[in-house]
């Protein structure tokens, strides 16, 4: 498959009215990982987030970690999930989530290598800090992988606008502080994030964590260009939802975001 950019992508479906919707799946996790994601695109995202499964997920709460945790054990590794990306049919960009110290095992520009020729479009990487992605992310644009940068709701708008400028893909406004999770409400914090960032830039911003349900995701997005969705979907797939269930799932996001 290619590598569909995603910044251009999300300004021409933006451009169209569409509130935009990126679902996270873990890799890996069971046999059927690679059909969920074709399920999910299927069902409306507009792109999707591979997490790669890391021993010590810093940013991620007990859902996710529950899941690499799962995904290890069955022998996932970064190579093989590579590699199996290369065969998911799907026409929307792949994006993916991964730690610095796999980053680091294989240098930057291996790293950025290996995505591209996997035909994976973007890469976040959450425990990279602005000052120190230099390196990362000069080798991510040279193989025509977008770095998707975190914006936090403590920073000021100095750095915001240092993250907002350096960020490529969209602006990953991160809507709560602490791990990712599902929540009951959507946070105050999410909404002041979005605000802010849409004040300061006119690249896509997309709002994640704690986001968990289509009544917020259309709450966000009423503020932000859309949202993304991790934990609530995870949950599902470890409860056994499959390839059918995860796509209903996605499928009454859209509808959310899409007031239908």
Partial sequence: MTNP???ASFRAKREAGRKLLVPYITGGLGDDWPRIIEAVAAAGADA???GIPFSDPVMDGPVIQESSTKALAQGANPLAILEELRSVDVDVPLITMGYYNTVFRFGDQRYAENLAEAGVSGAIVPDLSLEECGPWAEAADGAGVETILLAAPTADDDR???VIDRARGFVYGVGVLGV???RDALAASATEIANRLKALTDKPVLIGVGVS????????SQISDGVIVGSALVRRILEGAGPDGAGRFVASLRAGLDGT
């Fill in 5 to 7: 950019p995603i910044e």
């Fill in 48 to 50: 999707i987030e591979v």
């Fill in 160 to 162: 915001l606008s240092r």
């Fill in 213 to 220: 349900n289509p009544e917020q995701a259309a709450e966000i």
């Fill in 180 to 182: 990712t999770g599902e």
